[in-house]
């Protein structure tokens, strides 16, 4: 997993997060519908059934996530 303040990893548009498997390719993650212009994730945890928290600044679907998420 990497995180930052970026819309696109290596030219796939994945905003603030995205997975890179072991060959390099790269994915987003289920359940992120992160936007805003700006967006940063300065943090990630996983957590049950493969979900995730993260913290930054961002929007989630639409709705300000007050600098926290989770994501499913």
């Known amino acids: 997993m990497v995180s930052g303040t970026f819309n696109a990893f290596n030219g796939t548009p994945t905003p603030g997060i995205a997975r890179v498997t072991p060959s390099g390719t ?3 993650v289920a359940g992120t519908a992160l936007t805003a212009p700006g967006t940063v994730v300065e943090s ?3 957590g049950p059934e ?8 961002f929007t989630v ?11 499913s």
């Open 50 to 57: 493969d979900s995730l928290y993260i913290g930054g600044l």
């Open 61 to 71: 679907d639409g709705a300000t996530a007050g600098n926290f998420a989770r994501l």
């Open 44 to 46: 990630i945890a996983e």
């Open 26 to 28: 790269i994915t987003t």
